[in-house]
């Protein structure tokens, strides 16, 4: 499956085997195997920088970047785990700004994998405990963390070093591990996931968020009490509104005119805004207006409505735009109709998953289209042609790959590439964009 990858180097390589063949044992959910690896390990979460934890549906990997770049711009030395990769495991592990170097991740991976061998833990476990190990060993000012999966039993909650916590966007997504039947928690599948998300929230640690529908914003204000923790919530205690050229911020500290983000997509202001909000409702890192400002302008974030450059793939689309985004659920369906409502008519490409919705991207522009070609997600069961077609009145093509149906396009019109990371991954590596 490709979310192992492969390396061009064998020490690596021989690790990654391994990983591939980790499981979740069905039905296990909670912390005790990530802290018993931990342990086992000298507990290096408890040493690691000063750090940032954002979870969240959509956005959290761009606030990352936010606060990445804002960090950096401010002179520090910033550890920062993200995920998935899009072309190279080493993208998970960035280690004082640059990729985890492969003799060192496969250094660490392997320890780590001895170490817990009899654990039977999980690949997400066995990446986390390896970033951990990476960001104690490696001398850093700070680490920004994003959640892969929930919150509440995802690895990285068991962060001991957080000054402060985000919750980007919320909604529907994972459904099968995020709304399971269990006893005790929120029945509404929004609340849940408002619950699972919030309970990254750490005693004394600010928990900052977007704003979110009454009833969601109630299950995560009742969340973060229950954990002890001040909840900063957008449009109460935190107000921020993109306009024509600027972001305009404020809170208790005062207001600050931002620039908009260099990033494609109106939402990239609200997390951009998120961002901020972390850096100024804790008292541990001391980040500049202007580093905020800096930041903003210079984040990159891969596969989010990414301009694609010339290239190998996009050299077959002649003079036309090539468009990629790794969006696969309803939310990042609207966030793309909004990005694209004044533009052109386009040519959408898309490999989905089979366990999402097929109409959360199609729907929301489908009267955008110029067509509609279907090509795999690389490595997994996805979505068929006529699974797209119930959601489009176009004519659904089906191609063995992206070249393929880039190839029969005809000669007007913009290119969207769109429905999976992993298949955003793939065009990434096959125009030679390799995420740095």
Not at 217 to 222: I, S, Y
Not at 278 to 299: D, F, K, P, T
Not at 324 to 335: C, I
Not at 371 to 399: I, K
Request: charged share 20%; aromatic share 6%; proline share 7%.
């Amino acid at each position: 499956m490709r979310d192992f990858a492969t390396s061009d180097n064998p020490a690596v390589q021989t690790q990654l085997d391994r990983l591939a063949a980790l499981s979740l044992p069905q039905g296990r959910f909670g912390l005790e195997t990530i802290r018993e690896l931990l342990n086992r390990l000298g507990n290096p979460q408890a040493s690691i920088p000063p750090a940032f934890h954002v979870a969240g549906t959509n956005g959290k990997g761009s606030t990352c970047a936010y606060l990445r770049a804002m960090l950096e711009a401010q002179g520090l030395r910033v550890h920062t785990a993200t995920k998935p990769h899009l072309v190279r495991y080493n993208e998970r592990i960035r280690l004082a700004g640059e990729l985890i170097s492969d003799d060192l991740l496969a250094q660490l991976l392997a320890e780590v994998l001895d170490v817990g061998a009899d654990l039977n833990p999980s690949f997400f476990e066995v990446t986390t405990a390896a970033m951990f190990l990476a960001f104690a060993r490696v001398p850093a000012d700070v680490c920004v963390i994003e959640v892969g999966l929930g919150g509440r039993f995802d690895a990285t909650n068991v962060l001991e070093t957080a000054v402060a916590c985000g919750i980007a966007t919320l909604g529907i997504d994972h459904e099968a591990f995020l709304l399971r039947e269990e006893e005790g928690v929120p029945q509404d599948p929004l609340a849940k996931i408002a619950f699972e998300k919030a309970s990254i929230a750490q005693d004394g640690v600010p928990l900052v968020t977007q704003t979110y529908p009454r009833e969601v914003a109630a299950e995560v204000a009742r969340t973060a009490t229950a954990h002890g923790a001040p909840l900063i919530m957008r449009g109460a205690d935190w107000w921020a509104k993109p306009s024509e050229g600027a972001i305009t911020y404020r809170d208790r500290h005062g207001e600050l005119i931002l620039p908009l983000p260099t990033l494609a997509g109106a939402h990239q202001a609200d997390n951009a805004a998120l961002a901020v909000a972390m850096l100024r409702h804790q008292n541990v890192i001391a980040v500049s207006e202007e580093a905020m400002a800096e930041g903003i302008s210079s984040a990159r974030w891969p596969a989010r409505l990414q301009l694609l450059g010339a290239g190998p793939l996009t050299a077959q689309a002649g003079s036309r735009k090539v468009w990629l985004d790794g969006g696969h659920n309803p939310d990042a369906g609207l966030a793309i109709a909004r990005h694209f409502a004044e533009a052109e008519p386009f040519h959408l490409i898309i490999g989905m998953l089979a366990n999402k919705d097929a109409g959360a991207i199609v729907g929301p522009i489908r009267d955008h289209l110029l067509s509609v070609s279907v090509v795999p997600a690389p490595g997994h069961e996805a979505h068929p042609p006529e699974e797209f077609a119930a959601h489009t009145d176009l004519p659904v093509h089906s191609f063995a790959n992206v070249e393929a149906a880039l190839s029969a396009l005809p000669p007007a019109g913009d290119v969207l590439i769109a429905g999976s990371l992993y298949l955003a991954g793939e065009v990434l590596r096959l125009n030679q964009e390799i995420p740095d």
